[in-house]
Structures are given as structure tokens and as C-alpha cells.
């Protein structure tokens, strides 16, 4: 079993910045590839940023330029910095870890980029 617990949330004005961290805890020996999504009201759950072990990173096209995810593996945490928020980019954001077989997922911090 893996626990996720993400912070860093919150309300932001148009061009602002956050910074979202997913702390893993148990068996996070075992992750190979933690990421973020995202969902807003209406729409479907979308990947936002991943990254493995092997620090290959991947990002939606709509974040690109803008949104930075990292990993620091001693804390077994996943960050993901946003830059330039658009109101757009409101959402639930949602931590996910990959096991083999399994993906987990953080309860999820609510995002909104409103002026």
C-alpha cells in the first residue's frame, strides 16, 4: 500500500505561481513513476506532468513552458511548480504513483486561478 498526501493548494490571481507537493509514504519503495493530474468541473481527469525513476519527464502541451515537475527521492515527494497560472488551469489536481500493477492516487488539492 502507498499513501499520498498532497498540500499547496489554494486561490491565485491570473499570473501567479503555486507550488504543489505529494508526499508518499509505505511501500514507496516500490514506485516507479509519480505524476499529476487534473480535472475540472464537467471535464475528464487529465494528465497534467509525469516522471519515472529514470527522470524521463513528460507534460500535457497546455503546461508546457509553464509548469515544472521534480522529484526528490530521499523524501519520497513529487512537486510540481506552477508558473503563470491561467484560469484555466483551475482544478482539482490530483498526485498519482505507479507500482507494478497498481496506480495509486492523493485525495486531491483544489486549485482555482481567479482574479
Known amino acids: 500500500q502507498v499513501q499520498l498526501v498532497e498540500s499547496g493548494g489554494g486561490l491565485v490571481q491570473p499570473g501567479g505561481s503555486l507550488r504543489l507537493s505529494c508526499a508518499a509514504s509505505?511501500?514507496?519503495?516500490?514506485?516507479?513513476?509519480m505524476g499529476w493530474y487534473r480535472q475540472a468541473p464537467g471535464k475528464q481527469r487529465e494528465l497534467v506532468a509525469g516522471?519515472?525513476?529514470?527522470?524521463?519527464?513528460n507534460y500535457a502541451d497546455s503546461v508546457k513552458g509553464r509548469f515544472t515537475i521534480s522529484r526528490d527521492n530521499a523524501k519520497n515527494t513529487v512537486y510540481l511548480q506552477m508558473n503563470i497560472l491561467k484560469p484555466e488551469d483551475t482544478a482539482v489536481y490530483y498526485c498519482?504513483?505507479?507500482?507494478?500493477?497498481?496506480?495509486?492516487w492523493g485525495q486531491g488539492t483544489q486549485v482555482t486561478v481567479s482574479s
Open positions: 516522471i519515472t525513476n529514470g527522470v524521463t519527464i
Open positions: 498519482n504513483a505507479d507500482v507494478p500493477q497498481r496506480r495509486y
Open positions: 509505505g511501500s514507496s519503495f516500490s514506485i516507479y513513476a
